[in-house]
């Protein structure tokens, strides 16, 4: 696949420099706020190494090859190839994924439960990101004035309370100013990475890959905790991919080798120069490696930095939310546009205080970002897990590279994660626990809402007519024609919607102009204009309307029917009635699904958003015709 698609992948001079500024702010904020506790969780977390030379090295020499192996070759070289049109993330993976196993049922439903799975992991990490990042900067507090820790806790929850509460104003506001103040945030890691090397050079030996070899081998169970801690230099690298639709794919290139990756590796080569110095700082290697007047703008811009990191992680959530609920994988919800340019920016209430409340929640009851640690690798591991292996069947077949050549490639990331991941589950009874949790609640709901609405789909196809016969069925005998147009939403394009039977049953009329409108989402971001509508026209007065759309499409079908005129299908919207069949639910025992799922898809179902807000449709235009409907 290639990038093609996307404007941004082909930039070059002032707009590619502009770009990868803009990145710099959205895409790395999370990978760029590790360094607050990434370092401090190996030699002084709930499961702290020795501070030894030898582990000093080894350590420095894993996040080294971590960052290189999976962050540098896997995604920045490899997976960001792997682009929906030039867009990334784990749904434009599914979606690439499922195109090559249409013809394979089987294979299709391991990708989709694998896809979900992956989705449910990237929700469990949104959570943990903001309250671990956020907790982390503030508790410079501490290292500056030890009397300030009681205000920690209440001064996170206050900053995380106003971030999650500005989020209905948009980031158009204040995105500007997100990628200069990360250019000074990865500009000051590097100077003061660059400040405590100078004490200490012998440190850069740690590049060497033997120190890292070596102090696996030599501390098998010692190493596979701090492997658990390594994993927090990493995190933030499926943002990378992400939110790549934005910005394209050499913009994130272009900012990760030239200015972030070099930062982030003087930073963590300073923190172990300042452990080998003294090695009472691995209590706070970070906020320690700067000198003493510095330390409250540190701790200040270190907030401002985990600010912005958190709200790419609660942008991408928004963004994720949208793309699955135009695949099929979560119920209708409230979607609001926060810039009349950019149609990326947006905000769903639900997701938002949804997150707000389990941010809450971890915050209070973890209390210290070394207790959070605990509950962050696991949800971060998955995910990269999962990222590899929808992957590799994105190469095997969409490039051609064939099974043997993918899985081979695959293989050695797989490797490094799997030790990460492995690491990680030592890490349940301390916190590891949430995510799973949190991810398996989401995972059941996602699955849920695509089983029920297959199930209510193959209930409805039973009492199914065909449009044709049914239209040839009224030419014999037509009912009264009343003036106006009905437009009719038809999951079918060759049935007849059940709101037209019932309507027809009720009121024993029809209108002068019956148009029955089918929505496609396809598994591409976007369809473009050209495409959007297809009209037919059928016997009587009848007119058959798909309208097309992509998961990253903004649903509108009046606007969709505007585009009909040029197909002769021209429509006033003040003689214009929508009619949507509202169907009751009824659970039962016995059927293809478990009743407490039956019971839970019921729900799920009546607190969906309205097809009318959804699809934009004049709320004084709609008339509902209920039905019931047994699973």
């Known amino acids: 696949m290639s990038n093609a698609h996307n404007g941004a992948g082909d ?33 002084a977390g709930n499961h702290p190494i020795p501070v030894t030379e030898a582990n000093i090295y080894g350590a420095l020499s894993l996040f080294f090859w971590a960052l290189v192996i999976i962050v540098s070759v896997k995604y920045v070289v490899f997976i960001m190839r792997a682009d929906n049109r030039g867009e990334g993330g784990i749904m434009a993976l599914i979606a690439l994924a499922l195109h090559d196993a249409q013809d394979k049922p089987g294979r299709a439903k391991v990708i989709m439960i694998i896809g979900i799975l992956g989705a449910a992991m990237f929700y469990g990490d949104g959570m943990v990101t903001p309250a671990m990042s956020v907790l982390s900067a503030v508790e410079g507090l501490e290292v500056a004035t030890p009397a300030l820790k009681p205000f920690v806790i209440p001064l996170t929850v206050m900053v995380l309370f106003g971030l999650f509460f500005v989020q209905k104003s948009g980031t158009a506001k204040v995105g500007f100013a997100f990628g200069p103040v990360m250019v000074v945030w990865f500009s000051v890691l590097g100077l003061l990475g660059f400040y405590n090397i100078l004490a200490h050079p012998g440190i850069l030996h740690a590049l060497n890959p033997a120190y890292g070899i070596e102090f696996l081998l030599a501390n098998q169970a010692m190493a596979l905790v701090a492997m658990g801690n390594v994993v927090l230099a990493v995190t933030g690298a499926e943002a990378l991919y992400a939110d790549m639709g934005h910005f394209g794919r050499k913009p994130i290139q272009r900012a990760w080798f030239s200015f972030v990756l070099p930062a982030l590796l003087l930073n963590y080569f300073g923190q172990g120069a300042l452990i080998l110095e003294i090695p009472e700082a691995a209590k706070n290697p970070f906020y320690l490696s700067a000198p003493d007047w ?22 991408g959530a928004f963004s994720v939310t949208r793309q699955a609920m135009q695949l099929g994988f979560v119920p209708r919800m409230e979607v609001q546009h926060t810039s009349e340019r950019e149609q990326g920016q947006i905000y769903l209430p639900a997701v938002n205080w949804g997150l707000m409340v389990a941010v809450m929640i971890l915050v209070l ?47 050695c990331f797989l490797a490094v994660e799997l030790v990460f991941l492995a690491a990680n589950i030592l ?42 016969a049914f239209i040839d069925s009224l030419s014999a005998a037509m009912p009264t024609r009343v003036p106006g147009t009905a437009v009719f939403l038809n999951a079918d394009p060759n049935g007849v919607p059940h709101a037209l039977l019932h309507n027809l049953m009720h009121n024993k009329v029809l209108h002068e102009k019956v148009v029955l409108v089918s929505v496609l989402f396809f598994d591409v971001p976007y369809v473009p204009d050209i495409d959007r509508v297809e009209v037919k026209k059928l ?9 097309q759309y992509g998961f990253k499409d903004e649903p509108n079908i009046p606007l969709a029917i505007e585009c009909c005129a040029e197909s002769g299908l021209a429509l006033s919207m003040m003689e214009t009635s929508f009619f949507f069949g509202r169907e009751t639910l009824i659970p039962r025992l016995g059927s293809e699904m478990a009743f407490w799922r039956e019971k839970l898809f019921v729900a799920m179902f009546r607190n969906a958003g309205s097809a009318t807000a959804f699809f934009k449709i004049p709320s004084n235009r709609v008339v509902e015709l209920g039905t019931q409907v047994v699973l």
């Open 539 to 547: 016997k009587e007065n009848f007119w058959s309307v798909i309208v």
């Open 427 to 468: 890490k349940i009874p301390d916190g590891g626990w949430f995510p799973l949790v949190a991810g398996m609640v989401v995972f059941i709901l996602m699955t849920t809402w695509k089983r029920g609405r297959q199930l209510l789909a193959d209930r409805l196809e039973g009492e199914r007519l065909e449009l044709v």
């Open 365 to 411: 009851g973890f209390k210290s970002s070394n207790n959070l640690a605990a509950a962050y690798g696991i949800a971060v591991t998955g995910d990269m897990v999962i990222t590899s292996l929808l992957a590799t069947v994105v190469v095997a077949r969409s490039w051609g590279w064939g099974w043997v050549r993918a899985v081979l490639l695959f293989a």
């Open 294 to 315: 510095a330390l409250y703008p540190l701790v200040a811009l270190s907030t401002l930095a985990t600010v912005i990191a958190s709200q790419a992680v609660i942008s």
């Open 11 to 43: 930039v070059t001079g002032q707009r590619l420099a502009a770009l990868a500024l803009a990145a710099l702010g959205v895409v790395y904020g999370d990978i760029g706020t590790s360094p607050l506790y990434a370092v401090k969780e190996v030699f």
